[in-house]
């Protein structure tokens, strides 16, 4: 059993910071990439920020400069910290991680089960 659990989501203000984090939990023998999307109301699930295991990034255009994506191996934990949000920026957020459960098994993609930020006045 593999668990994504996260935290840090809520209400806050236009220009104003949250700092998401998802820890994973369960059988795990190795974790790979990790990363957050995020879904508004009535639109797709989009690619937010990325990371690998060795620590390189990928970054959506539309947060880039605004939105850092971090990871700590030894916790099994994925970070995000969002500055300068804007209104466009309310949408769940959804953490995943390619977890291998053992040695030999092949990796699987778990998610999380959603966090609301909502950015407004």
């Known amino acids: 059993q593999v668990q994504l659990m996260e935290s840090g989501g809520g209400l806050v203000q236009p220009g104003g910071s949250l700092r998401l984090s998802c820890a994973a939990s369960g059988s795990i023998f190795s974790i790979d990439a990790m990363g957050w999307y995020r879904q508004a109301p009535g639109k797709q699930r989009d690619l937010v920020a990325d990371?690998?295991?060795?620590?390189?990034?990928t970054v959506s255009g539309s947060v880039k400069g605004r939105f850092t994506i971090s990871r700590d191996n030894a916790k099994n934990t994925v970070y995000l910290q969002m500055n300068s949000l804007k209104p466009e920026d309310t949408a769940v957020y959804y953490c995943y991680a390619v977890i291998g459960v053992a040695r030999s098994t092949s990796l699987k993609t778990y998610w999380g089960q959603g966090i609301q930020v909502t950015v407004s006045s």
């Open positions: 990371i690998t295991k060795g620590g390189a990034t």
